[in-house]
């Protein structure tokens, strides 16, 4: 402990050591100033100055090096100079503006360090500093080639092996790099963008994952489910869903297999933090992604917003420490058209949901996955009962082993119907490394997934038998209040401006549905509303029991009205609390609150108004600050808690036609996610049962009830409540064929109406699209009544209002250009859609989706990879042998991380030497003796080849060109045919992007089934490979064309099934990984085919006869149900 290192000054520890407290600290002090003025140096380090501090019990010291250049200036403080130097505290906290992160966590870990005399403390701090400026470790780093079973200690750096050559230039740290570029190549085979941002200063960085938002839209998420959870998703061209991952302290890996913090890690305090937003490149800009990450995270802020959220951060400890706390208005983030900055990173409806997610809850998730072998939905379960009742996780998993596995269980059944992201712990050995961007990365996509089955808040699971179509809380108090008052759900201010007329109705139907006593639940309860005393309510009001009363105060007077009214308590500020009213007291005041409001317009002007720059944004509330806080509040639970998608139609193409211009037509989605898969398999289903639902598959009906029924029935989903109760005509959905049918009795316009509603909505139905087999539903006639909710698709809501818009506000006038080879709906002759016996015309309600998400398609540019990540991709493990590397085909990568996809299309292959970089492919000139392609074998092979598939998808297309173009130029650069073993005929590729021609060749010439070939003189062996439109999350199907094999029956082998189908594990739904690619697929065929055990593969005596597709998915099927594997989904529509 008491090596001076290269000081020069003589230092007795024990002459204070009969001094204690203060004088001891006077003394010790003292003395260190004496030896810095003598020139106190230690490992490269001098003490330059060192001087007692403002308080009592601190000092200032300076550290600079041996040059003189100045290192660090901090300020140290003894938490309580009568300890010293047995049990103190000793505070440290720099006074250089802008220290480098892993100066600063040295600074901040004095305080954890032991009491001990100051010079100890300074000896130690010395060290640290002289540790963390080294320039032979400028990122702390376990590298794979150290080897495993050094364990841990070998890692750890030694400060003490420090020589003070300080000024020698910084080495690259390759083993961050090559570590790196591993998890990236990883990230990339999964479909994901990896990039890396390095933070000026040189010793720290942030990582970032990404993804184009059309790319889930086309393979995991439901196109109408993004565009309910917040428009700008797909809207905006080019968006990429981007994970930002920071908090690194230039340490990598961070995280060991167990998923807990390294030492390095822990040693440095490093702690990892998320960021979730959208960006229109793959990563941010390097401001944008700084300042993302910066301590408070807003994205677009400005000092006073900056102040408003602190404050909201102390209402909320407010609240649960006092109960009568006041509602503070949250920060207001308006969303404006801005224009297109390619750097931006913009936060979106769920951002802070998965935010906080990830940092509160997904590192111990995978702790948990890891020590106890969970998948992530029974990790979850543990997770959150183990911190709901503070315990050990090992007792919880005891007590709830059977509902951990059933959550486990019950996801894998999700994953039948729902695409999630394919899992990077799976399978992943207890001491194999985690890839941490990639596991971070598909934890988000699997929740951004799943996020309406869990509560947008808190993140358990929500129990209710209703699942939404957009993400909710669960009913927790606490929940709901942080939902509404601390602006977790979507912006309203959002919606106000961009969705004005739906905000409109939505007021509308509130106050309606309160003012004619129909809103029950859900209530605005939870969100610390204040209200004015209610007063008597008027005669003949139904008057509840009032909840939660309290006791009357001692001698009261309990008259009639008392019991009703004064039981209330009405504090200091005048008002009462909400949630003691009884629900007549309830509805009184929240439409009272309504009345209140100004326009929705009016609001709308007020958000645009231009402020100047650095000014913050108008907020609502100064529109009139004379409005009790709760009608604000009242107003964003009536927009917030709407979990349906309501938006106006104002484009010509989905307005439908031939209907009165008094109905207003809004688009209306409800019901959960995926309720569109289930309707289209419904409908499916039922053409092939009935002639007429070939022609006409779906038929269109009205919905109708009441308006002040509305409020509460796009909230619990259109059909929910209806299905249950029994009816004269049975039970089920009842459906009107023309809309004045269900409308006719209540088309008497509402009672009462909220004075400032633009919309003054008198009459509502939805009109939905449903199965066409009327002999299937409960009854048919006068209505039609459909048992089965599945069946049903809502998609209109019409509105009949009682005022008219000014000129020019109309629908009917609204541009009514209709896009060519727009469809319309098919309607049966024989099931007509009516409103008021006139018939309607019903444009195809995926006309619009399709047309969007073919125009976000096409607007795709495949962003190429900046240079700070192209060192990454560039780096080649083994730089001693660059010059080998070139051409040698994945399979052969030293680093084990050979199935890489590509990544660029006509940048440089990141696979070869950094320089020169190659813009265009490398053909390599092959040996004069090398296999040579015959398209003349090959085309009359494919005489009889059937169609190519069907489907396609955006996502699946993409993945594809990729996967193409980088087989090609694997061809082109490979330094023999032979050598690669594959062929793929230039001419026939771009015949189809789907169905793909693969020769393979050059087997072992002394394999039984080589000496065949060569014998009957066949070049090579014709595969076909055909791509579901669900690749690459499900395989493709492998097939030879020709020539035929001997069946294993007859005595074949090499895993070639009777039809010519391969029988893999890999090829089947439980042996593949998106991450394989297509060289490595055919290697292992290769491998397959070449394999002597059981027995060899041989050719069969009539082995000119093709095989016929039919004949290989027979096969396929045999096999893989001999050997217990899954046929992948859809298997027979991809080969039919
Ligand atoms: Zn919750």
Redesign the pocket.
Known sequence: MNDDGDSHFAYDPSKNANLKGRRRFKADLEDMQIMSAAGYTMKGLRLSNIEAGEDDGSFNAAIEDTRGKAILTANFLVSDTSEYPKSHSLFCHSLDPDLSSRLEAIVESVVEQPARPIKEAIDSFFGSVAGAIAPKAPIYVKSDSEGEDSGEESETYDYDDMDDDLGAASSEPKAVLSLLQANFIDAVASSYKPGFTRISGGDDFILSVSIPVIALASSLIPPRALTAWDRRLLSTSNQHLVLLISGFRGIYPIIQSDGTYTEDAQRFSATLSFKVGLSPQYKPGYEQTREAVRKHGLIITDAEDELEKQAELEKEQEYWDDEEAEYVEPVVEVVEEEPEDPTRFDKFSLSHSMESLLDQSFLKVVQYRRKFGLGWAGAEVLHSETEKHQRKPEDVLQAMKKAIDDADKEESRLGRTLALPHDPLAGLGRNEPINLPLTAFSYLIRRLTLCTKY??????KLNTDYEALKPY????K??SYQYFTMNRGPSLEYEIVHNTKTVDLLVSLAYCAASEGALDDPLPIGLGLRVPHPGPLPAGAYIAPRRLNPPLPHGADPSAEAQTTNALEIGPDGLVDFDQLSIPEMRAAISKQIDALPSIEAMKKHLQKKVRAGKSKPKLREMNTSLLPAAWLIFRWVVCSCTALIEEIISGNELIEDLDPNWRQFRLSVGAPDAEAKFKTAVQAATGTSSNAKTYPVLYAFHGSPLRNWHSIVRHGLWYRSVANGRAFGDGVYLAKDAMTSMGTYASGTRTAWKNSQSNPTNCVALAEVVNLPEKFVSSNPHFVVADTTWIMCRYLLIKGSSLDPVGENPSSKTLVKSPGLRYVQIDPKQKTTVAQKPIQIPDPDFQLESLLHQRQAEVIEPSYDDEDMVIFNLDPNAESQSQSKGKGREQQSNGYGDAMDVDDDDADYRLPPAPKPKAPVVVEKPADDWKHDSDYVERALENLMLPPFESSPGASMALQKELRAMLREQDAARSFRELGWYMPPELVGDNLYRWVVEMHSFDPDIPIAKDMKREKINSIIFEIRFPPTYPIAPPFFRIITPRFLPFIHGGGGHVTGGGSICMDLLTSNGWLPSYNIPAVLMQIKLAISNLDPRPARLAKNWQTPYSVSESLAGFKRAASTHGWTVPDGLDRLVR
């Open positions: 509560c947008i808040v808190c993140h358990n809380v669960c009913d927790s606490l929940c």
